[in-house]
């Protein structure tokens, strides 16, 4: 079974752009020979969007010089993800949301349609909620303190938020959680996730910290096409 593990880290929470992309693809049977990974800066940043670190350290001047075009990225990402039988992360609607707002805004509807294809096989599972059926537990745990849990090792602090390192953690999560917990995964049509997302934007306008985007973007992935 060929396994891709992938990440993403945003330049601000409330209007995610995708600035890092990580991911790793290795087969099951033969782990240590049949793997290997990548992991992108995004050059073509849009400058007027609000940079936060959001915990990270990556910066537009270390995305500039050191990163790579995010159309050159994404379909790298879009190959490698349908060739997979399985895609992990942790909070993966988070991810597929950022990757879908950023390919919406920037009108690459190619690769949009592609993307929203792969999002619509039932081959995605989300650590978040597998470790709930592991450790039988209601609560929503984080990356790291997953991984603390399972184990009982210290995470590095000073890493975390790095694309990379989170995928680490994840593939490890994963690979520790047993074949047992994975076949009761209930495996999820990601457009339940993103109506699911779309309907906590509608719960957050009402509050007044949601961006009219955000519905804006997540009801076109749902949707046919732009």
């Not at 969007?49 to 915990?55: A, E």
């Not at 973007?217 to 046919?224: E, F, L, M, P, T």
Request: proline share 2%; charged share 30%; glycine share 2%.
């Amino acid at each position: 079974m060929d396994v891709l593990v992938f990440d993403t880290e945003s330049c601000d929470p409330k209007t995610p752009m995708v600035i890092q992309m990580s991911w790793c693809v290795y087969n099951t049977t033969d782990p240590m020979n049949n793997y290997f990974e990548k992991n992108h800066l995004i050059k073509d940043i849009d400058k007027n969007k609000q940079w936060m670190k959001y915990g990270h350290n990556i910066t537009k001047v270390m995305c500039e010089t050191h990163g790579d075009m995010f159309r050159e990225v994404i379909n790298d990402f879009l190959t490698d993800a349908e060739m997979a039988d399985v895609i992990v992360a942790h909070n993966y609607s988070s991810d597929l949301c950022k990757i879908g707002k950023d390919l919406f805004d920037r009108e690459m509807n190619t690769e949009l349609n592609k993307f929203k294809n792969l999002c619509s096989i039932p081959k995605f599972v989300d650590t978040m909620k597998m470790c709930k059926i592991f450790l039988n537990t209601k609560k929503q745990m984080k990356n790291s303190e997953l991984y603390e849990v399972l184990s009982n090792v210290d995470v590095n602090k000073d890493m975390l938020h790095d694309a990379s390192y989170d995928v680490w953690i994840t593939k490890q999560n994963f690979t520790r959680m047993n074949t047992e917990s994975y076949q009761k995964y209930d495996y999820k049509n990601i457009e339940n996730i993103l109506n699911k997302y779309k309907s906590n934007n509608d719960n957050e306008k009402k509050s007044g910290i949601n961006n009219k985007q955000d519905e804006t973007i997540v009801s076109h992935i749902i949707d046919v096409g732009p």
